[in-house]
């Protein structure tokens, strides 16, 4: 079993950045490949970002593309979500999620592909 614990979210105004992190509690995090996704009032959830196991495979869902930075310490079982020229679009809980199977090439976009969550971390930009 994998517990994911996300930290870092809070009130920001438009343009400001913030980074938020997930910490795992597991031996074996290091051999998941990793995601982060959102989730709006009203809205489903979608992905935001995503990277391998190795941390060789960042991405980024367009709407997010070159404001938002993914990456990963795999020595503290942490990953993080970068996140710059907030937008009030940008407003959502944000979850960290692990996908269960050993060294995936690429993380993938579905979130029923991934076997482990956080309980989220509130994100809230104003304009």
């Known amino acids: 079993q994998v517990q994911l614990v996300e930290s870092g979210g809070g009130l920001v105004q438009a343009g400001d950045s913030l980074r938020i992190s997930c910490t795992a509690s597991?031996?074996?995090?290091?051999?998941?490949?990793m995601a982060w996704f959102r989730q709006a009032p009203g809205k489903e959830r979608e992905f935001v970002a995503g990277?391998?196991?190795?941390?060789?495979?960042?991405y980024c869902a367009d709407s997010v593309k070159g404001r938002f930075t993914v990456s990963r310490d795999n020595a503290k079982n942490t990953v993080y979500l970068e996140m710059n020229r907030l937008k009030p679009e940008d407003t959502a809980v944000y979850y960290c999620?692990?996908?269960?199977?050993?060294?995936?090439?690429?993380?993938?976009?579905?979130?029923?592909?991934?076997?482990?969550w956080g309980q989220g971390t509130q994100v809230t930009v104003s304009s």
């Open positions: 597991s031996d074996t995090f290091s051999w998941y490949a």
């Open positions: 999620a692990a996908d269960g199977r050993f060294l995936q090439p690429k993380p993938p976009r579905d979130e029923f592909e991934y076997s482990y």
């Open positions: 990277i391998s196991w190795s941390g060789g495979v960042p």
